[in-house]
């Protein structure tokens, strides 16, 4: 191929990337001579849409060491695929249904559910070839889906694994419940936001038979009036001087005429309005807890659509909760049972994908527990500690370090988490429902035992053939699917066949990096670890890269609906994926966030035309010896610049090698270039130039500068792995372009 200038990737990188995939290089089966796995399995991206400039940074960073590791002898398998994403899948697609005036409930479960695999497979497909366009090279005969009939397998094994273990349980708690999505959502599914409200400090009268000398009632503060309906106690601080003689004294609800009573707990804060809270174990967490301190009366006022429901006074039923708030202010101060409204800024949960105000109700959902100890098959471990000691002992190591805080903190305060949501897209639980109301059967042949639930039922990978309680019903599987992320804790490992005895998992697992985003550290990181120790007895990684956040240049999040969001793929099409894999790998450190602007992306197009040119000239100096087995460097005849050059290169090896292992791929680049750009092809190529006017020196020169060449193109491979291979392909100009002649499989330079 003749050289053009400047160099076109839009010529070069969709044929260079169908060459690489033909050879099959990427499959770790044919690497013939490599020895030792080395495994990576892809964060896989949400089926929801395109991939984002996080997304593309994550790729650039897995692309590099895969194919440094590939080249350095290691039997490389990069795990490609994508995550169905429960509700946020679900959502985009009643979006979709919503432009065409129908709902989920108008098509049914069955065809609402064929309507979202259309969309995964428009969309799945698409995140995958834009995964191509960036120039990974993962092996595409192993790419998975978290809804595929063996991943699904291993979701079902998994819970009763959990559950046989005592890990998992089935009860009513206060959920984070989303009005708009209709379902369960965890802690970690959350995003607050800060709004201004208020602070209402409301009169709660003292029953009559006990009177303070000033008053005759007690002051709570509260930003939610609406829930007071369902108040069952007022709470202070035990060592709270101001009511220790009103414990345990009795107060008319105002609105309803309930009697409840003021009781002391530690959990109410002395400096929080007037240091006496209203308590509504319906929807409050910390109320929750301080109802089960007390045994006090759980009255749930707020349905799941946000309304004020039966337990209310009917006054206020079927009022929405900004409807019911007002009413309630309004009707209490006509009473004059309000002192005082302060302003407030508040932080209100929002759901993750939709936006909408999150509410806390009582609700019966499956849970899996954080800090209680397991059976026999853990070791009498709790799941927080299988996720906290690898970290303590060294086993598994934060990139930067600073981050292990933040896994170790949150682990520190972990609640049990809601692993069943209200939606029709996901892993379905294995659970069977007598749908007889009769009294719990005991049956001896029940591999696993009913819970202390009201209800019948048993947990089955396959459907019973007769119900075990009443022999007549045909059992009612649960509706429920799981979280979305209690199928993907199980990926490093459910990729490569497990709960199967594989061939992959047995040569692949453990995998040895996760690269992934500080925002799921929590949601996905933690329960990876505990999961792989629990059900694989083994760590599913090594080392954990906790990458940048991608940011606007001046500091903005990115995002589309906001018009400050970039498409990777938009830049591919106007610079080429090597020019913009350089302008994200020039600024990976370990700052928190990075700001990301095209002149990084326009300093790779250039530096991409300096190595062309660069290569268009050696090509050119050694004429017809257009082989790799030509660059032989001797001793003798060597010049001051022979020596320099050969002397830098192969500190350079060593530092790129050093810079790689550390993960420290921004160091790396910028090392690079500066050798590169400045010492090799500003001086040395210059110095050559007098060199090979010289023929007693110039065979020497010849060999010198295709070997300090072709190993430069062995360094900058994982980082512009296109225009390499292109130039590399140009030593084979008279011979077929196989797999062995690659660039991608060619040795690491040492």
């Known amino acids: 191929m003749k050289f053009d200038s400047p160099y076109n990737p839009e010529k070069v990188e969709k044929r260079i990337y169908k060459i690489w995939e033909k050879s099959g290089v990427f499959n770790p089966d044919n690497l013939k001579n490599a020895k030792k796995p080395f495994t990576i399995v892809i964060p896989p991206p949400n ?11 994550n790729v650039v960073i897995q692309d590099i060491l895969i194919r440094f590791k590939r080249m350095a002898g290691f039997k490389t398998l990069w795990v490609p695929g994508t995550d169905h994403a429960g509700i946020a899948t679900q959502s985009m697609v009643e979006k979709k249904l919503k432009k065409e005036s129908k709902t989920r409930f108008d098509l049914g479960r069955e065809k609402f559910v064929e309507e979202i695999w259309k969309w995964k497979n428009e969309y799945g497909n698409k995140i995958l070839d ?24 291993a979701v ?13 349980y089935r009860g009513e708690r206060v959920v984070n419940w989303c009005p708009r999505c209709q379902t369960s959502l965890s802690d970690l599914e959350l995003e607050y936001k800060e709004e201004k409200t ?14 303070l000398k000033t008053k005759n009632y007690i002051v709570v503060a509260t930003t939610r009036p609406e829930t007071m309906l369902g108040d069952t106690a007022v709470a202070v601080n035990p060592k709270d001087e101001r009511y220790k003689k009103l414990i345990g004294q009795i107060i008319m609800l105002p609105l309803v005429n309930r009697e409840i009573s003021i009781i002391a ?20 967490l910390i109320d929750w807890q301080i109802g089960q301190n007390h045994n006090l009366p759980i009255i749930s006022v707020i349905d799941e659509h946000c309304c004020l429901n039966a337990n209310a006074p009917e006054i206020y039923r079927g009022m929405k909760i900004e409807e019911a708030r007002k ?3 309004d009707d209490l101060s006509a009473l004059n049972l309000i002192e005082k409204i302060e302003d407030h800024t508040h932080s209100i949960p929002k759901c993750y994908r939709c936006g909408s105000t999150v509410e806390l109700i009582p609700s019966k959902q499956w849970f899996v527990k954080m800090s209680a100890k397991g059976g026999s098959a853990s070791g009498g471990d709790s799941l927080v500690k299988l996720a906290m000691l690898p ?17 170790l903190d949150w682990l520190k305060n972990a609640h049990d988490w809601c692993i069943s949501r209200q939606i029709w897209w996901g892993h379905q639980f294995p659970v069977y429902f007598c749908q007889n109301k009769q009294e719990k059967i005991k049956n001896q042949k029940l591999k696993i035992k009913n819970n202390n639930d009201d209800e019948n039922f048993i947990i089955s990978i396959q459907k019973p053939k007769e119900c075990p309680f009443c022999r007549e019903c045909k059992m009612k599987q649960s509706e429920d699917v799981f979280d979305t992320w209690f199928s993907s804790a199980l990926w490093p490992f459910a990729v490569l066949g497990w709960p199967k005895k594989t061939k992959d998992l047995a040569i692949y697992y453990p995998t040895d990096v996760l690269s992934t985003a500080r925002d799921i550290i929590n949601l996905w990181v933690a329960r990876m670890v505990y999961s792989g120790a629990a059900l694989t007895r083994k760590l599913p990684f090594k080392d954990v890269i906790i990458h940048a956040t991608v940011i606007t240049k001046e500091g903005q999040r990115m995002s589309k609906s906001l018009g400050t969001g970039i498409d990777p793929l938009e830049l591919v099409e106007k610079y080429g994926a090597d020019a913009t894999r350089f302008g994200l790998a020039w600024q990976i450190s370990e700052t928190q966030d990075m700001r990301f602007g095209e002149n990084d992306i326009l300093a790779g197009k250039k530096f991409c035309n300096k190595i062309w040119n660069a290569s268009r000239f050696v090509l050119l100096q050694i004429g017809n010896n257009k082989s790799p087995a030509f660059a032989k460097v001797s001793a003798g005849k060597q010049t001051l610049a022979d020596k320099k050059i050969l002397l830098g290169l192969k500190k350079l090896q060593k530092d790129i090698g050093r810079f790689i292992e550390k993960y420290e791929f921004g160091k790396a680049l910028h090392r690079l270039y500066d050798f590169f750009w400045h010492q090799y092809a500003d001086i040395y190529i210059e110095t050559t130039k007098k060199q090979l006017a010289d023929e007693k020196i110039k065979v020497q020169t010849q060999n010198i500068l295709l070997y300090v060449h072709l190993n430069l193109l062995r360094l900058l491979h994982p980082f512009l792995p296109f225009i390499t291979e292109e130039i590399w392909s140009q030593f084979f100009v008279n011979k077929k372009l196989k797999s062995k002649n690659l660039l991608i499989v060619e040795n690491w330079p040492k």
């Open 265 to 284: 707990d530690r959990a109410v804060d002395v400096n929080f309005g007037t240091g006496a809270v209203k308590v509504t174990p319906a929807h409050s």
């Open 327 to 329: 009413k309630i202010v």
């Open 130 to 153: 834009q995964l191509k366009r960036l120039g990974a090279s993962c092996d595409w005969s192993r790419v998975r889906f978290t809804m595929d009939k063996d991943y699904s397998a």
């Open 198 to 211: 208020h602070l209402w400090y409301l009169k709660y009268p003292l029953s009559k038979n006990y009177q």
């Open 391 to 407: 970290i303590k002992s060294g086993k598994i190591k934060f990139h930067p370090k600073r981050w292990e805080k933040v896994y």
């Open 156 to 168: 079902l094994e998994a819970f009763v694994q959990y559950y046989n273990n005592g890990w998992i």
């Open 47 to 57: 089926v929801t849409g395109s991939l984002h400039m996080g997304h593309a940074l």
